[in-house]
């Protein structure tokens, strides 16, 4: 069964905004530090932002810095990526995914940190 799922993706111009969910399907998101990471073709995966429990702490990979926002609403078991000025180069598979059993204002910033993961949704920026 998959625990997280993600939706919102899609084709977008650069400039252009969208904006991720990622619901849990069975799994209570609020005691799991959570991510959003992204794999473009013939790249490593990486990651792309983190918020804490709580929703207190965040946290951004340079390259998103400024445009990215990830937030997170724990009554409605959602997180959320919104993106703004997307640029070709953010073209990818974006994935959310859980680091349970983390302190209230941890931040998972690595990939071997998150233990559960959804499906990915397909980011695509034209030029």
């Known amino acids: 069964q998959v625990q997280l799922v993600e939706s919102g993706g899609g084709l977008v111009q650069a400039g252009g905004s969208l904006r991720l969910s990622c619901a849990g399907n069975?799994?209570?998101?609020?005691?799991?530090?959570m991510g959003w990471l992204r794999q473009a073709p013939g790249k490593e995966r990486e990651f792309v932002a983190g918020i804490s429990r709580g929703g207190g702490y965040t946290h951004y990979a340079d390259s998103v810095k400024g445009r990215f926002t990830i937030s997170r609403d724990n009554a409605k078991n959602t997180v959320y990526l919104q993106m703004n000025s997307l640029k070709p180069e953010d073209t990818a598979v974006y994935y959310c995914?859980?680091?349970?059993?983390?302190?209230?204002?941890?931040?998972?910033?690595?990939?071997?940190?998150?233990?559960?993961w959804g499906q990915g949704t397909q980011v695509t920026v034209s030029s």
């Open positions: 069975g799994r209570t998101l609020s005691s799991d530090a």
């Open positions: 995914a859980a680091d349970p059993g983390t302190s209230r204002s941890y931040i998972a910033r690595r990939i071997q940190e998150y233990d559960y």
